[in-house]
C-alpha cells in the first residue's frame, strides 16, 4: 500500500512545470463527463468510487488520515484501509453499512474532468438511481463476478435506457475472488450482452476489475494478461459522448423576462438545443407568434452567437408578449404544441399515484396542473412485464396518458431531455413526487381546439338573471349535506332561478354505478362529479354537488376547472358523534360493525376544508338557517342580485 | 463553434440557477460570507441578470470576529455594485459575552448558525443563496442544489426532495424556506480557476503578505486587532502568511506561504497535501460535526 495517494489536486505539482499558466490552459481545455454508477454495496460500488478518488489523487493527506482512523474504527476491512468510507457520507449510511441517498462525487485526471452520481442499488432506492442517471451521460453498472448477471444487473441497465444514457460500461468486479478467471469473464460478458440488445443498448464495454486490490481501475492489470482492452479510468478519459443538442433546432425555455429599465426587454434562459444569431427568425411557443433576435447577450456583453448549455439573454426585434415558461425556438423548425400526452412516470413518493389526481407538472420552465388518466401499464423493473395498474406506488414505473390544463412546446424525452423531462409536484405538500418522460402527443389533443360557441356562457346568464357557479357541499356521512342542498335549491327555484342538485347517492346509482369506496375509486368518483358540474356551470346553472368528497386535493381539483369565483365550497360541519349519533340511514353502525369498509370517518379520513367560502355549524344552525347563509352568501357575491350584469 | 469547456458550463449551470430563484421564490436573499466562493457566486449573480442588477439584496453574518480586510472588502463590494448589503449579528450573543475562545464548538452556533436563523426570519426571505459545494464535505455531497427547510430551518437529509435533469422544486408552504448553492457542482480548484480567469476581485487576505502571527494548538493565528487575548508566553512573529478558508479571525490558522497572486495561490494549491477546510477550527470535533451543524441549519 502506497502512502496517502501523492495527496494533490489534478494532477500533482509534477504536472505544472514551472509554467502555471500553461498548466491552466491545459487544465481549463479539458472536457466534462458525467457518469453514473449502479450496484449495491456488496458489489463493492463505494469501494470502486473511493479507489477512484485515492488513484486519481483527489485525497488529500489529512483526509487519508481520517480515513486510516476510520477504517479502524468502524471498517469492514479488518482494519486495512477501507476506501467506501470515503464515499459514505451520511451517519446513517454509515451506521447501516448503506448508501442511501444520490452522492456526487469529483475528479480530475489530466484528460478530463468527472462528475459521478453515486446511487444506492437496492430496488427501494429506483428513485434515486433514476435521479442520478438523469443527468449522466454514461453509467458504470457494477457485477460481482461470483454472481454474473443478476435481477438488479438487468433492473439498473434498465433504467439507464429509460434515462436515455446510451453508453454503458460493466466492470466486472472482484476478479480477485475468481482467481482472475477468463471463462468467468467471458461468460458474463457474453449474457450481458444478449440481455442489453433486448433494451436496445448497444455500446458497451466490459472491463474485469478488482476494486479493492486496484486491478484494471487506473491500469492495466498483471493479474489479466489476457484482457485486452483499456483500464476502467483509460476508458473513462477517452469514450466520446456526442451531445445531440449541439446539432439539433434551436429551442430555449424562458427563464426570466429582464427588465431593468423601460428602454431593456430581454429574455434569459438556457439555450437547450442548437446555436443562435442576431438576425435568426424565432417562433414564441405555445402563442406561435413570430419575430427575429435583435441581439444575444452574454455576462459579458453582445455575443455574435450562442450555443446550447450556455445561458444567454436575448433581445428580440418586435414587442410581442413572451413570459416566463415560453419557449423561443427556430421559426422554421418548433416544437410541437399539445395538452394530452403519453409519458412513461417513476412514482417517487410513499404516497402512491392516482388515476384522476391533479398534480403539477414541470417542464423546463413551465409549471402547468396535470391529470394522469389512465395508466396503461405498469413496468416490473425487474423482468420489464407490463403489469395492470390502477395507482402507482413509490418506485413503481408506469406508462400513462396525461392531460395538462393548457398547451405546452414539448418534445419526446428521446430528443431532448430537456423538453421532454418533467417532474410532478403535489399541490398541498409541494414535495417532488414523481418524474415523467414524455413519448407523444395523443393525437386528439393536437387538433382539437376549442369551439369558440358564439352562444356562450355570458349569453345564458343574461338570459336568466344569474351568475353560474358550483355550491360544493362537502362533510362527513349524515352531517346535513343533501339536507340543506335540498332547501337551497327548493328557494332559489322559488326565486325563478335555473339549478341542479347533483347528489351523492344518485350519482353513485347512475353515472357512477361502477365505481367502489377505494381512494382510486373515490378520486374518479368525484372527478366525473366535477366535469359534470363543470359542463352544467357552462350551461348557465347554478349547480349544488353534495358529496362528501373527503380529500382536500380533490376538491381543489373540481376548483381549478372552472374560473375563479365560480365554485363556492360549503363546509357542513357536523362533529363525527354527533353524525353518527344521527345515523338516519345506518351506515355508521354497520361500519362500526366492519360490514362497510373505507366508510369516511370510520377507516377512511376525511380531510377538513381549510378556507371554505361557507362554514355551516350544524350544532348551532338549523338546516333551514344555514339554507339562508348559504342564500345570503349567492346574494352578497353577486349570483342571483335582480338586475344583475353577470360580468363573464 | 467549439463546444463549451467545462467553466462554461458550471457556469451557465449556475446562472440558470440564479434565475429559476428569482422567478420562483417571492424574497431571496444572498448569503454573503466575503469568501472566495460569495466572490464566484456574486459575478455569477451580476452575470445572471445583466445589463439589470442582482434582484435581490446580500446578507453578512457578522460575529464580530471578522477579520477587518474581511468589513472592507465587504462594503466596497456592495458600493461598487450598487447592492443592497445587509448585516445581521447576533446581539443577544454578544450581551452574553459569547467569544470564541469562551464556548468552544457552541460559539459557531450561537454566533452564525443561529444568527443566521434570526436574520432569515427578521427580514422574511424565503430562498437564500449558500456558496457551498458538494467537493468540500462528505455530508454535502448529497446535498441538493434546491435545499429545502422546514419552518424551523431545520434540514432533513433522509427526506431530501428528488431533483431531477436541471428541473428544480422551489415550491414550498409558508414559513419554509430554500437553501440554494449554485456552486454544487463547482471543486475549489474550479473556483480558483474562474477567479483567475474573469479576474474576480477577492478580499486579499487570501494572498501572502506579511501579517503578524501567534502560534495556537498548532495553528497560526493572526492578531488582527488587540482584543485577541496574549499571554506572557505567546510570541507574536511577522510571518508571510496567507488564508486558504476565511472564518473569524481567532479560529482561522493562517498559512506560511509566498503566492503573492492568485496563479501562485494556485500553484500552491495543486501541490497541497491538505484539504481546504484543515485551516478552520469549526469542523474538528468529530467526523460527523459538519452534518450535525447543517441539521440545525449551518450552510
Given at each position: 500500500?502506497r502512502?496517502?495517494g501523492?495527496?494533490s489536486v489534478g494532477?500533482?505539482?509534477?504536472?505544472?512545470?514551472?509554467?502555471?499558466?500553461?498548466?491552466?490552459?491545459r487544465?481549463?481545455?479539458?472536457?466534462?463527463?458525467?457518469?453514473?454508477?449502479?450496484?449495491s454495496?456488496?458489489?463493492?460500488?463505494?469501494?470502486?468510487?473511493?479507489?477512484l478518488?485515492?488513484?486519481?489523487?483527489?485525497?488529500?493527506?489529512?483526509q487519508?488520515?481520517a480515513?486510516?482512523?476510520d477504517?479502524?474504527?468502524?471498517?469492514t476491512?479488518?482494519?486495512e484501509?477501507?476506501?467506501a468510507?470515503?464515499v459514505?457520507g451520511?451517519?446513517?449510511?454509515r451506521?447501516?453499512?448503506?448508501?442511501?441517498?444520490?452522492?456526487y462525487?469529483f475528479?480530475?485526471?489530466?484528460?478530463?474532468?468527472?462528475?459521478?452520481?453515486?446511487?444506492?442499488?437496492?430496488?427501494?432506492?429506483?428513485?434515486?438511481?433514476?435521479?442520478?442517471?438523469?443527468t449522466?451521460?454514461l453509467?458504470?453498472?457494477?457485477?460481482?463476478?461470483?454472481?454474473?448477471?443478476?435481477?438488479?444487473?438487468?433492473r439498473?441497465?434498465?433504467?439507464?435506457?429509460?434515462?436515455?444514457?446510451?453508453r454503458?460500461?460493466?466492470?466486472?468486479?472482484?476478479m480477485?475472488?475468481?482467481?482472475?478467471?477468463?471463462?468467468?469473464?467471458?461468460?458474463?460478458?457474453?449474457?450481458?450482452?444478449?440481455?442489453?440488445?433486448?433494451?436496445?443498448?448497444?455500446?458497451?464495454?466490459?472491463?474485469?476489475?478488482?476494486?479493492?486490490?486496484?486491478?484494471?481501475v487506473?491500469?492495466?492489470?498483471?493479474?489479466?494478461?489476457?484482457?485486452r482492452?483499456?483500464?476502467?479510468?483509460?476508458?473513462?478519459?477517452t469514450?466520446?459522448?456526442?451531445?445531440?443538442?449541439e446539432?439539433a433546432?434551436?429551442?430555449m425555455?424562458?427563464q426570466?423576462?429582464?427588465?431593468?429599465?423601460?428602454?431593456?426587454?430581454?429574455?434569459?434562459?438556457?439555450i437547450a438545443s442548437?446555436?443562435?444569431?442576431?438576425g435568426?427568425?424565432?417562433?414564441?411557443?405555445?402563442?406561435?407568434?413570430?419575430?427575429?433576435v435583435?441581439?444575444?447577450?452574454?455576462?459579458?456583453?453582445?455575443?455574435r452567437?450562442?450555443?446550447a448549455?450556455?445561458?444567454v439573454?436575448?433581445?428580440?426585434?418586435?414587442?410581442i408578449?413572451?413570459?416566463?415558461?415560453?419557449?423561443?425556438?427556430?421559426?422554421?423548425?418548433?416544437?410541437?404544441?399539445a395538452?394530452?400526452?403519453?409519458?412513461?412516470?417513476?412514482?417517487?413518493?410513499?404516497?402512491?399515484l392516482?388515476?384522476?389526481?391533479?398534480?403539477?407538472?414541470?417542464?423546463?420552465?413551465?409549471?402547468?396542473t396535470a391529470?394522469?388518466?389512465?395508466?396503461?401499464?405498469r413496468?416490473?423493473?425487474?423482468?420489464?412485464e407490463?403489469?395492470?395498474?390502477?395507482?402507482l406506488?413509490?418506485?413503481d414505473?408506469?406508462v400513462?396518458?396525461?392531460?395538462?390544463s393548457?398547451?405546452?412546446a414539448?418534445?419526446?424525452y428521446?430528443?431532448?431531455?430537456?423538453?421532454?423531462?418533467f417532474?410532478?409536484?403535489?399541490?398541498?405538500?409541494?414535495?417532488?413526487?414523481?418524474?415523467g418522460?414524455l413519448?407523444f402527443?395523443?393525437?386528439?389533443?393536437?387538433?382539437v381546439?376549442?369551439?369558440?360557441?358564439?352562444?356562450?356562457?355570458?349569453?345564458?346568464?343574461?338570459?336568466?338573471?344569474q351568475?353560474?357557479c358550483?355550491?360544493?357541499?362537502?362533510?362527513?356521512?349524515?352531517?346535513?349535506?343533501?339536507?340543506?342542498?335540498?332547501?337551497?335549491?327548493?328557494?332559489?327555484?322559488?326565486?325563478?332561478?335555473?339549478?341542479?342538485?347533483?347528489?351523492?347517492?344518485?350519482?353513485?346509482?347512475?353515472?357512477?354505478?361502477?365505481?367502489?369506496?377505494?381512494?382510486?375509486?373515490r378520486v374518479?368518483?368525484?372527478?366525473?362529479?366535477?366535469?359534470?358540474?363543470?359542463?352544467?356551470v357552462d350551461?348557465?346553472?347554478i349547480?349544488?354537488?353534495?358529496f362528501?368528497s373527503?380529500?382536500?386535493s380533490?376538491?381543489?381539483?373540481?376548483?381549478g376547472?372552472?374560473e375563479?369565483g365560480?365554485?363556492?365550497?360549503?363546509?357542513?360541519?357536523?362533529?363525527l358523534a354527533?353524525?353518527?349519533?344521527?345515523?338516519a340511514?345506518?351506515?355508521?353502525?354497520k361500519?362500526?360493525r366492519g360490514?362497510?369498509k373505507n366508510?369516511?370517518?370510520?377507516?377512511?379520513?376525511?380531510?377538513a376544508?381549510?378556507?371554505?367560502?361557507?362554514?355551516?355549524?350544524?350544532t348551532q344552525l338549523?338546516?333551514?338557517?344555514a339554507?339562508?347563509q348559504?342564500?345570503?352568501?349567492l346574494?352578497?357575491?353577486g349570483?342571483?342580485?335582480?338586475?344583475?350584469?353577470?360580468?363573464? | 463553434m467549439?463546444?463549451?469547456d467545462?467553466?462554461?458550463?458550471?457556469?451557465?449551470?449556475?446562472?440558470?440557477?440564479?434565475?429559476e430563484?428569482?422567478?420562483e421564490c417571492e424574497?431571496?436573499?444572498?448569503?454573503?460570507?466575503?469568501?472566495?466562493?460569495?466572490?464566484?457566486?456574486?459575478?455569477?449573480?451580476?452575470?445572471?441578470?445583466?445589463?439589470?442588477k442582482?434582484?435581490?439584496?446580500?446578507?453578512?453574518?457578522?460575529?464580530?470576529w471578522?477579520?477587518?480586510?474581511?468589513?472592507e472588502?465587504?462594503?466596497?463590494?456592495?458600493?461598487?455594485?450598487?447592492?443592497?448589503?445587509?448585516?445581521?449579528?447576533?446581539?443577544?450573543?454578544?450581551?452574553?459575552?459569547?467569544k470564541?475562545?469562551?464556548?468552544g464548538?457552541?460559539?459557531?452556533?450561537?454566533?452564525?448558525?443561529?444568527?443566521?436563523?434570526?436574520?432569515?426570519?427578521?427580514?422574511?426571505?424565503?430562498?437564500?443563496?449558500?456558496?457551498g459545494r458538494?467537493?468540500?464535505e462528505?455530508s454535502?455531497?448529497k446535498?441538493r442544489v434546491?435545499?429545502?427547510?422546514?419552518?424551523q430551518?431545520?434540514?432533513?437529509?433522509k427526506?431530501?426532495?428528488p431533483e431531477?435533469?436541471?428541473l428544480?422544486?422551489?415550491?414550498k408552504?409558508?414559513?419554509?424556506?430554500?437553501?440554494?448553492?449554485?456552486?454544487?457542482?463547482?471543486?475549489?480548484?474550479?473556483?480558483?480557476?474562474?477567479?483567475?480567469?474573469q479576474?474576480?476581485?477577492?478580499?486579499p487576505?487570501?494572498?501572502a503578505?506579511?501579517?503578524?502571527?501567534?502560534?495556537?494548538?498548532?495553528?497560526?493565528?493572526?492578531v488582527?486587532d488587540?482584543?485577541?487575548?496574549?499571554?506572557?508566553?505567546?510570541r507574536?512573529?511577522?510571518l508571510?502568511?496567507?488564508?486558504?478558508t476565511?472564518g473569524?479571525?481567532?479560529?482561522?490558522?493562517?498559512?506560511?506561504s509566498?503566492?503573492?497572486?492568485?496563479p501562485?495561490?494556485?500553484?500552491?494549491?495543486?501541490?497541497?497535501?491538505?484539504?481546504?477546510r484543515?485551516?478552520?477550527?469549526?469542523?474538528?470535533?468529530?467526523?460527523?460535526s459538519?452534518?450535525l451543524?447543517?441539521?440545525?441549519?449551518?450552510?
Amino acid at each position: 500500500m502506497r502512502a496517502a495517494g501523492g495527496g494533490s489536486v489534478g494532477g500533482g505539482a509534477d504536472v505544472i512545470g514551472g509554467d502555471i499558466e500553461a498548466y491552466l490552459q491545459r487544465h481549463k481545455a479539458k472536457s466534462l463527463l458525467r457518469f453514473i454508477t449502479c450496484g449495491s454495496v456488496d458489489d463493492g460500488k463505494s469501494s470502486l468510487i473511493g479507489r477512484l478518488l485515492y488513484e486519481s489523487k483527489m485525497i488529500f493527506d489529512d483526509q487519508f488520515a481520517a480515513l486510516r482512523d476510520d477504517s479502524k474504527k468502524v471498517g469492514t476491512r479488518g482494519g486495512e484501509i477501507d476506501f467506501a468510507l470515503l464515499v459514505d457520507g451520511l451517519t446513517a449510511e454509515r451506521e447501516q453499512g448503506i448508501t442511501i441517498d444520490v452522492a456526487y462525487r469529483f475528479f480530475t485526471t489530466e484528460k478530463r474532468k468527472f462528475i459521478v452520481a453515486d446511487t444506492p442499488g437496492h430496488e427501494q432506492y429506483t428513485r434515486n438511481m433514476v435521479t442520478g442517471a438523469s443527468t449522466a451521460d454514461l453509467a458504470v453498472i457494477l457485477i460481482d463476478a461470483r454472481k454474473g448477471v443478476l435481477t438488479q444487473t438487468r433492473r439498473h441497465s434498465y433504467l439507464a435506457a429509460l434515462l436515455g444514457i446510451r453508453r454503458i460500461v460493466v466492470a466486472v468486479n472482484k476478479m480477485d475472488l475468481v482467481d482472475y478467471s477468463r471463462d468467468i469473464f467471458n461468460k458474463i460478458e457474453r449474457d450481458y450482452r444478449a440481455f442489453a440488445h433486448q433494451i436496445h443498448l448497444e455500446d458497451i464495454t466490459c472491463i474485469p476489475v478488482s476494486a479493492v486490490v486496484g486491478d484494471n481501475v487506473t491500469s492495466r492489470s498483471v493479474h489479466t494478461p489476457w484482457y485486452r482492452g483499456p483500464g476502467l479510468l483509460e476508458h473513462l478519459e477517452t469514450v466520446d459522448v456526442p451531445d445531440p443538442a449541439e446539432g439539433a433546432a434551436f429551442r430555449m425555455p424562458v427563464q426570466w423576462v429582464n427588465r431593468p429599465n423601460p428602454e431593456f426587454r430581454g429574455f434569459a434562459g438556457l439555450i437547450a438545443s442548437g446555436v443562435v444569431r442576431p438576425g435568426d427568425a424565432l417562433r414564441v411557443l405555445p402563442s406561435g407568434r413570430t419575430s427575429s433576435v435583435a441581439r444575444v447577450l452574454t455576462g459579458e456583453g453582445e455575443a455574435r452567437i450562442g450555443v446550447a448549455g450556455q445561458s444567454v439573454t436575448l433581445t428580440l426585434a418586435d414587442e410581442i408578449d413572451v413570459s416566463r415558461g415560453d419557449v423561443l425556438s427556430a421559426a422554421d423548425d418548433p416544437p410541437a404544441v399539445a395538452n394530452q400526452f403519453e409519458a412513461t412516470i417513476i412514482w417517487m413518493h410513499d404516497e402512491p399515484l392516482l388515476q384522476g389526481r391533479a398534480y403539477l407538472l414541470k417542464l423546463g420552465t413551465k409549471t402547468v396542473t396535470a391529470t394522469v388518466a389512465p395508466i396503461k401499464y405498469r413496468v416490473n423493473v425487474n423482468t420489464m412485464e407490463h403489469l395492470a395498474a390502477k395507482k402507482l406506488d413509490l418506485n413503481d414505473i408506469g406508462v400513462c396518458e396525461l392531460e395538462l390544463s393548457s398547451a405546452i412546446a414539448f418534445e419526446s424525452y428521446r430528443d431532448s431531455r430537456v423538453l421532454g423531462g418533467f417532474i410532478l409536484i403535489d399541490r398541498l405538500t409541494n414535495n417532488t413526487v414523481g418524474a415523467g418522460l414524455l413519448h407523444f402527443a395523443l393525437r386528439r389533443s393536437q387538433n382539437v381546439h376549442w369551439q369558440a360557441l358564439d352562444v356562450n356562457k355570458r349569453a345564458r346568464a343574461l338570459l336568466s338573471h344569474q351568475k353560474p357557479c358550483i355550491l360544493w357541499f362537502t362533510g362527513l356521512s349524515g352531517a346535513g349535506k343533501s339536507t340543506i342542498a335540498n332547501l337551497v335549491e327548493k328557494q332559489l327555484h322559488a326565486d325563478g332561478r335555473q339549478t341542479y342538485l347533483l347528489d351523492g347517492d344518485n350519482v353513485r346509482h347512475g353515472l357512477n354505478k361502477d365505481l367502489g369506496f377505494t381512494d382510486q375509486n373515490r378520486v374518479e368518483n368525484i372527478r366525473r362529479v366535477a366535469e359534470v358540474a363543470r359542463l352544467m356551470v357552462d350551461a348557465g346553472l347554478i349547480v349544488m354537488v353534495s358529496f362528501i368528497s373527503p380529500f382536500r386535493s380533490e376538491r381543489r381539483m373540481a376548483r381549478g376547472l372552472v374560473e375563479a369565483g365560480e365554485f363556492i365550497e360549503v363546509f357542513v360541519d357536523t362533529p363525527l358523534a354527533q353524525a353518527e349519533a344521527r345515523d338516519a340511514k345506518g351506515l355508521y353502525k354497520k361500519a362500526r360493525r366492519g360490514e362497510l369498509k373505507n366508510f369516511t370517518g370510520i377507516d377512511s379520513p376525511y380531510e377538513a376544508p381549510e378556507n371554505p367560502e361557507i362554514r355551516l355549524d350544524t350544532t348551532q344552525l338549523t338546516p333551514e338557517a344555514a339554507a339562508s347563509q348559504v342564500i345570503a352568501h349567492l346574494r352578497k357575491a353577486g349570483m342571483i342580485d335582480a338586475g344583475f350584469d353577470p360580468g363573464i | 463553434m467549439a463546444a463549451l469547456d467545462y467553466l462554461q458550463r458550471l457556469e451557465a449551470e449556475s446562472i440558470h440557477i440564479f434565475r429559476e430563484v428569482a422567478a420562483e421564490c417571492e424574497k431571496p436573499v444572498m448569503l454573503y460570507s466575503v469568501g472566495k466562493d460569495s466572490s464566484v457566486m456574486l459575478h455569477l449573480a451580476r452575470k445572471a441578470f445583466a445589463p439589470g442588477k442582482p434582484p435581490f439584496p446580500l446578507l453578512q453574518i457578522a460575529s464580530g470576529w471578522d477579520f477587518r480586510e474581511m468589513l472592507e472588502f465587504r462594503d466596497a463590494t456592495a458600493k461598487k455594485y450598487g447592492l443592497e448589503l445587509l448585516v445581521h449579528t447576533n446581539d443577544e450573543g454578544v450581551r452574553a459575552g459569547v467569544k470564541p475562545w469562551t464556548h468552544g464548538a457552541a460559539y459557531s452556533d450561537i454566533m452564525l448558525t443561529q444568527a443566521l436563523r434570526q436574520a432569515l426570519d427578521k427580514y422574511g426571505f424565503d430562498a437564500a443563496f449558500g456558496g457551498g459545494r458538494r467537493d468540500e464535505e462528505k455530508s454535502r455531497a448529497k446535498e441538493r442544489v434546491f435545499s429545502f427547510r422546514s419552518a424551523q430551518h431545520r434540514w432533513d437529509p433522509k427526506n431530501q426532495r428528488p431533483e431531477l435533469w436541471s428541473l428544480y422544486n422551489a415550491r414550498k408552504n409558508r414559513g419554509e424556506s430554500m437553501r440554494v448553492f449554485p456552486l454544487s457542482n463547482w471543486t475549489e480548484l474550479d473556483v480558483w480557476q474562474y477567479i483567475h480567469l474573469q479576474q474576480v476581485p477577492i478580499v486579499p487576505l487570501y494572498l501572502a503578505r506579511l501579517r503578524p502571527v501567534v502560534r495556537r494548538d498548532g495553528r497560526l493565528i493572526m492578531v488582527d486587532d488587540d482584543r485577541l487575548p496574549l499571554s506572557a508566553t505567546d510570541r507574536v512573529e511577522t510571518l508571510q502568511v496567507r488564508f486558504r478558508t476565511l472564518g473569524c479571525y481567532p479560529l482561522t490558522g493562517a498559512t506560511v506561504s509566498t503566492a503573492a497572486d492568485v496563479p501562485a495561490v494556485i500553484r500552491e494549491m495543486v501541490s497541497s497535501k491538505t484539504s481546504e477546510r484543515e485551516g478552520r477550527g469549526v469542523d474538528k470535533d468529530g467526523a460527523t460535526s459538519m452534518e450535525l451543524r447543517k441539521l440545525e441549519g449551518y450552510f
